[in-house]
């Protein structure tokens, strides 16, 4: 397509038009690029576009997930709950992509099926899926951390008669569950979410757990006038400490307060234990210091989570279905809910604990386990995502001689920073595999890599440079160092299976694959190659 100096060519495509997509398209043109974004997606809103199953909500508070590049923007929306729920998020970024005139600049329903550096011109070229062909002299990988979504390769899955629905691409239109037998499959955050709001309106409920949750619940509420013009008015305080911080959140996940743990769990007694969980449930558990370090106190801390859900769960079967053993309290994503647990007090509410037998197969009217035969009107995968790498090697991307993203990953991703790999020169992955990302909040990281990004690109720009490529030898000792910053912690503990790992995808290599080192020190290191020259890339 031609541009209107004549030039067939854009400077950057942006791929995605999400939280980080339509930062990027914001950001990129307002420094005088031309910026072409495209989306697979009907609409903007990346994650929250697609991710609409009932309960579907955020658990990172809302005045902290949401842009802070707009003074003006953040002064006129009003969150109205602590934690939005996704049509709220999802209007949020209408509004952005229409306050900021973006749209002009984004293509819907368009899905990209390859991406190809061409050596000569230094360019890519980016193929859709319909066929057409873009030229730009970047590319930005806005494609989110969990947005190839996982059904897993059961068999029979293909017969099922009934709906079938994925929790990661709902249906645009509401789904009536009233009078039907519904299943759920996978009891991770969507899962968790879902499950006591399907419980109101279905049947009768079966929810097929393989490994249960630590969950706790979010105890989101109605934002006070007063704690939302508090927020306006601390905003600069709000966004500076977020981005010094460790996970880009200064009120806690889920709204609670974030309290700096000062006990040792390995130093209270059964008693002083029991008594915390009388004070403060769900609080007990963040009080200790020792639990991410020490496995003996992440077994303390497991079992007082039993404990406390033995205390909400009426049939003691029941409850120790939903304890979960076997791996550390903090190995997987921490999981908000709400009214979670109660909702296997309901009559109408089956649940079945796959580890006293597994799924057999889907047969045409419901699921087959080694524990008996469920018949069901719907299905529901809650069974999540091949994450951060996945929709990427979903895509042919392609580098220098013709190297492929697939065949460069083959043993798990390689990045330099999160934000490039070897052998893919101009070629940016926003919130990527080896940073902060999926540790973080997810706004706070989209600003700072997009913002990197931009100060990247100008600085060749101002230097006549064509390419910038990551070194192999910066991209080794990047992943090194990310490697060693988990050593150690309950996410890599050997008794952890998290999406993390990579470990709910067969076959995919077990690499732990976010930066645990914070993303204020991330910041610090990103700034630093930045103010360097750009050290550990090529410039050319
Ligand atoms: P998930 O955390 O990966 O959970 C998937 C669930 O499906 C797990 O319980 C998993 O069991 C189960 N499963 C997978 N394959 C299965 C199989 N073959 N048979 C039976 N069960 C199977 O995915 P998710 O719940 O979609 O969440 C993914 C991430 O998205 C979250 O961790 C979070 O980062 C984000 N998210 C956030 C929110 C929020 O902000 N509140 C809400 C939703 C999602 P195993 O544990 O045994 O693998």
Redesign the pocket.
């Known amino acids: 397509m031609a541009q209107e100096d004549g030039s067939d060519a854009y400077d950057v495509i942006v791929v995605g038009a999400g939280f980080g997509g339509l930062y990027a398209l914001y950001k990129l043109r307002e420094q005088g690029l031309r910026v072409r974004v495209l989306e697979a997606g009907a609409g903007v809103g990346g994650t929250w576009y697609w991710?609409r199953y009932p309960g579907?909500?955020?658990?990172?508070p809302s005045v902290e997930y949401s842009y802070s590049f707009s003074r003006e923007l953040e002064q006129e929306w009003n969150w109205t709950e602590v934690m939005a729920g996704q049509p709220e998020i999802l209007s949020y970024l209408n509004h952005v992509a229409d306050r900021f005139d973006l749209r002009r600049d984004i293509q819907l329903e368009t899905r990209v099926a390859q991406a190809r550096f061409d050596e000569a011109d230094c360019c890519w070229f980016v193929l859709t899926t319909s066929g057409e062909e873009l030229k730009a002299r970047f590319c930005v990988m806005a494609t989110g951390c969990?947005s190839a979504p996982?059904t897993?390769d059961?068999p029979g899955k293909a017969d099922f008669a009934g709906a079938v629905y994925h929790?990661?691409a709902w249906p645009h239109e509401d789904v009536d569950f009233t009078g039907l037998r519904v299943g759920v499959?996978?009891?991770?955050?969507?899962?968790?979410?879902a499950i006591p709001v399907l419980a109101q309106s279905a049947a009768q409920l079966t929810v097929?757990?393989?490994?249960p949750?630590y969950t706790v619940p979010?105890g989101n509420r109605p934002l006070a006038d007063a704690d939302r013009d508090r927020a306006k008015a601390a905003y600069e305080i709000i966004r500076a400490r977020e981005r010094e911080s460790y996970a880009g959140i200064i009120f806690g996940f889920g709204g609670h307060a974030l309290v700096l743990p000062t006990e040792r769990i390995l130093e209270t007694s059964p008693e002083q234990r029991r008594a915390a969980l009388d004070e403060d449930a769900f609080g007990a558990l963040r009080r200790y210091s020792d639990i991410q370090s020490d496995p003996r106190a992440n077994e303390l801390a497991c079992e007082m989570y039993r404990e406390m859900l033995r205390r909400i769960v009426d049939d003691p079967d029941v409850a120790e279905r939903l304890s979960p053993r076997g791996y550390p309290l903090g190995c997987?994503?921490p999981?908000?809910d709400t009214d979670y647990l109660p909702t296997f007090n309901r009559e109408n509410v089956t649940l079945v604990d796959?580890r006293r037998g597994?799924?057999e197969r889907i047969t045409p009217s419901g699921v087959q386990t080694a524990q008996g035969y469920f018949g069901l009107d719907v299905l529901i995968w809650?069974?999540?995502?091949d994450?951060m790498t996945g929709t990427l090697l979903r895509i042919d991307v392609r580098g220098r001689r013709n190297l492929g993203l697939d065949r460069a990953w083959a043993e798990g991703p390689r990045s330099y920073l999160g934000l490039q790999t070897h052998g893919f020169p101009n070629f940016f992955t926003l919130t990527g595999p080896m940073s902060p990302s999926?540790l973080s909040n997810m706004v706070v990281s989209i600003e700072q890599h997009v913002d990197w990004i931009a100060g990247c690109i100008r600085y060749l720009d101002e230097h006549e440079l064509a390419t910038i490529e990551a070194t192999a030898e910066a991209e080794a000792a990047w992943i090194e160092h990310v490697q060693k910053l988990a050593q150690g912690t309950m996410w890599v503990s050997p008794s952890c299976?998290?999406?993390y790992l990579g470990?709910?995808i067969p076959g995919k290599p077990r690499v732990f694959m976010p930066y645990v080192g914070g993303v204020g020190t991330y910041r610090k290191h990103c700034d630093r190659v930045a103010a360097q020259g750009y050290e550990g890339f090529v410039l050319g």
């Open positions: 991710n579907a909500r955020c658990d990172v969990l996982n897993p059961i929790t990661g499959v996978g009891t991770g955050s969507s899962g968790v979410q097929f757990q393989r490994t949750n979010a997987k994503r999981v908000i796959l597994e799924i809650a069974t999540g995502f994450a999926v299976n998290s999406w470990t709910n």
